[in-house]
C-alpha cells in the first residue's frame, strides 16, 4: 500500500480551484496533480510525471510549483512545512508566467 503525504489545505486552494478551473477535465487533472503530491513515493525518488514540481527560482522562501496541465498553464504552489506539505495557491493559466510577481502579491501566503 502506498504511503500517504500529509496534503495541507489552510487556504481553501482546493475550493477555490473547484470554483475557478473552468471546465472539469481540468478538476479532474487537479485532483491527479492532488494524488500524485500525496504520494509519499514520488516524494522520496523526486519523480513527478503528472506536475513536474520544481522549486520556484527568484524568490527567498523555498517555494514548488507543479502543473496541473501543461497545455493550459495552470499551476499549484506548495510548500514543505515541518515534513508537511502545504498547499498555498492555485494559479490561473494566464499569469504563471509572472510566478514572483504572483508570489509578492500574496506574500502572506509563504513562509
Known amino acids: 500500500m502506498a504511503e500517504i503525504k500529509a496534503l495541507l489545505d489552510e487556504f481553501g486552494v482546493i ?11 481540468l478538476k479532474v487533472k487537479f485532483i491527479g496533480a492532488l494524488s500524485e503530491l500525496e504520494d509519499n513515493n ?12 520544481h522549486k520556484v527560482v527568484g ?9 496541473i496541465d501543461k ?7 506548495v510548500q514543505y512545512v515541518d515534513r508537511q506539505l502545504h498547499l498555498k495557491d492555485i ?6 508566467d509572472d510566478v514572483v510577481r504572483v508570489i509578492q502579491s500574496k506574500k502572506d501566503r509563504y513562509f
Open 42 to 53: 514520488a516524494h522520496k525518488t523526486r519523480q513527478f510525471p503528472k506536475t513536474r514540481l
Open 71 to 77: 497545455i493550459s498553464g495552470w499551476r499549484l504552489h
Open 91 to 96: 494559479i490561473d493559466g494566464q499569469l504563471h
Open 59 to 67: 524568490v527567498k522562501q523555498t517555494i514548488y510549483r507543479g502543473g
Open 15 to 25: 475550493f477555490d480551484a473547484n470554483k475557478i478551473l473552468p471546465s472539469d477535465e
